[in-house]
């Protein structure tokens, strides 16, 4: 599916967007800085604004897009599931660690849903939202849970040997009440 977050950006737009998604990609959040993105598209860092409004803008559009491969993940993974909450931390698990540096941008600080393009980050809740039957404190429980531990996952945090398929499996059962 393309994009909608890219298609309302110019062409250039579109191209600083990709760039900036590659540095992020290979080097993390802490390589994002407007100056080494002028010189990947081979620009002046001041004509980047001229495309890019700032640095916050350029993270916010990162992150829209972000959300909306999520959305779009998301939605696959449930579509037919006979247990949707495990399709779905399978799904949320797998992004994270598929795309560790973008996971971390879109998660490590304050969210600027001013920012945002509008709808994005309601259409990748909104499967989790379903499966938890429209309960919103319960679908936060479980992204809180599935966001610690894949958190803990990417920063090695775990000591070595913990069978964390296991983990993942009690904590859902510990949400369904499971024994």
Known sequence: MASQVLSRLTPRAREIVQAARELLEREGPEALSMRRLADRVGIRAASLYEHVRDKQALEATLISVGFEEQAELFARAVDG???????????????????????????????????????????????????????????????????????????????????????????????????
């Open 81 to 179: 599931a006979a247990d949707p909450i495990a399709a779905l931390t399978v799904a949320y698990r797998d992004f994270a660690h598929r795309r560790p540096n973008l996971y971390r941008l879109m998660t490590e600080r304050a969210l600027r849903r001013d920012l945002l393009t509008p709808g994005v980050e309601e259409a990748a809740a909104k499967p989790l939202l379903d499966a938890t039957g429209g309960d919103r404190e319960h679908a936060r429980a479980l992204w809180a849970f599935a966001h610690g531990m894949v958190i803990l996952e990417l920063y090695e945090r775990f000591p070595p040997g913990a069978d964390l398929d296991d983990t993942w499996r009690r904590g859902l059962e510990a949400f369904r009440g499971d024994r």
